[in-house]
């Protein structure tokens, strides 16, 4: 995803790969077979790169002065990056602080949700609260989607480690297995926990948007 002057183009684009996403999961069922956990694993990946994609996009997007979809123009109180690469510096030093370099990173950890709230608050932008109204809304697909996703792409000792203790805050049986949290469906639930994710990322992306 690319920094837009238009909020709703970024919107779309955000809409486009959750629905590409929705009719990969919408079919898959437990008990976990190998092609369920293969596309369980791409699902949740890709899930993960939308809503950090979207992140940056969203934060590049206010040096652009974009209009959200109601056609509010967003504006900051900070000095205009001269570019994207600027812009993306100065989220490492808002987010970071002053002093701290994080080694091996070049970029803020944009799935986490402390990263909208810090970057909305200093650089003053002027749809704090909107922002704020956002981040504030429970979801659990912000709260467990990385830590999921990172046993599908390390698939360690550590990260398998980490899934019985998510899934019991899912409302799931406890299970070191992530497909079985994925596809997992919560105790009064009607759909699976992948499904969920994508649902409340669209709405937390919709907010954000207009």
Not at 43 to 64: E, I, K
Request: hydrophobic share 40%.
């Amino acid at each position: 995803m690319r920094p837009v002057c238009h909020l709703e183009k970024l919107q779309e684009a955000v809409e486009r790969q959750l629905v590409r996403i929705e009719r990969c999961v919408t079919p898959l069922s437990l008990p976990m077979t190998h092609d369920n956990d293969r596309m369980a694993s791409y699902a949740t990946l890709h899930l993960d790169n939308v809503w950090s994609s979207f992140v940056r996009s969203y934060y590049l997007s206010w040096f652009l002065r974009a209009k959200t979809t109601s056609g509010v123009r967003i504006s900051t109180a900070i000095t205009q990056p001269k570019s994207h690469t600027d812009a993306v510096k100065t989220a490492m030093r808002f987010i970071n602080g002053a002093g701290r370099p994080r080694v091996g990173r070049q970029e803020p950890p944009w799935h986490e949700r402390r990263v909208l709230v810090t970057l909305s608050t200093k650089c003053v932008a002027s749809h704090n609260a909107q922002v704020m109204a956002a981040m504030s809304v429970p979801s659990t697909a912000l709260e467990y989607l990385h830590s999921v996703r990172n046993f599908y792409a390390h698939r360690s000792k550590e990260t398998a480690d980490r899934l019985p203790a998510i899934s019991r805050k899912l409302s799931l049986l406890p299970s070191r297995r992530a497909t079985e949290i994925v596809l997992g469906v919560p105790l009064g639930g009607s759909g699976s926990v992948i499904l969920d994710w994508i649902a409340e990322v669209r709405d937390v992306t919709l907010m954000l948007c207009s």
